[in-house]
T-cell receptor, first 112, second 114 residues
Framework: LAKTTQPISMDSYEGQEVNITCSHN???????ITWYQQFPSQGPRFIIQ???TKVTNEVASLFIPADRKSSTLSLPRVSLSDTAVYYC?????????????FGTGTLLAVQP | SQTIHQWPATLVQPVGSPLSLECTVE??????LYWYRQAAGRGLQLLFY??????ISSEVPQNLSASRPQDRQFILSSKKLLLSDSGFYLC?????????????FGPGTRLLVL
């Protein structure tokens, strides 16, 4: 599985747009990029997944350049409740990974 | 819809005591099931995964064990707890989204070994 690298922590203020970048230089052709969000004392929850270019849902946007060696999670107009750890994972299409690797993630701290 | 349950929510156990954490999934059949542990301020460490009844794969050698007696039941056990077993234990199952695999996590069990 492709290893990912992301910043350990980020700070932001309410109302700002936050961009968290993840690098995955060894991503394979059939890999998808997936982001999870984890609040304290809770399990991670799926945020967004993409393969290339741009994906947007009601929570976030995911930007993936043509070489797919990195991706950027974009959170528009963050609020205090967006304070959480964000994990970037690379998963192969079709399942049967058995070994999703969650790193330490990026701790986003949103201040008033 | 699918739901995943874990219990107990919190547990305080003395060193050397046994452990049994239970996870059950509803609304799906033959899921891949996982046990993770998360130490304070750390990422998730995969402990065990199972692709079917009685099939357990261990990722990290330790004094913990796992069992899957039924299709949607996953149990994490220990005969003698160590201080280092303290942490946040998460059970997860795998679902297939439109494109790639996604894991769905339970509420977790916070274990404190004293």
């Amino acid at each position: 599985l492709a290893k990912t690298t992301q910043p350990i922590s980020m700070d932001s203020y309410e109302g700002q747009e936050v961009n968290i970048t993840c690098s995955h230089n060894n991503i394979a052709t059939n890999d998808y990029i997936t982001w999870y969000q984890q609040f304290p004392s809770q399990g991670p929850r799926f945020i967004i997944q993409g393969y290339k270019t741009k994906v947007t849902n009601e929570v976030a946007s995911l930007f993936i350049p043509a070489d797919r060696k990195s991706s950027t999670l974009s959170l528009p107009r963050v609020s205090l409740s967006d304070t959480a750890v964000y994990y970037c994972l690379v998963v192969p299409y079709g399942g049967a990974t058995n070994k999703l690797i969650f790193g330490t993630g990026t701790l986003l701290a949103v201040q008033p | 819809s699918q739901t995943i349950h874990q219990w107990p929510a919190t547990l305080v156990q003395p060193v050397g005591s046994p452990l049994s954490l239970e996870c059950t999934v509803e609304g799906t059949s033959n899921p891949n099931l996982y046990w993770y542990r998360q130490a304070a301020g750390r990422g998730l460490q995969l402990l065990f995964y199972s692709v079917g009844i009685g099939q357990i794969s261990s990722e990290v050698p330790q004094n913990l064990s796992a069992s899957r007696p039924q299709d949607r039941q996953f149990i994490l056990s220990s005969k003698k707890l160590l201080l280092s077993d303290s942490g946040f234990y998460l059970c997860a199952w795998t679902g297939i989204r439109r494109n790639g695999e996604t894991q769905y996590f339970g509420p977790g069990t916070r274990l404190l070994v004293l």
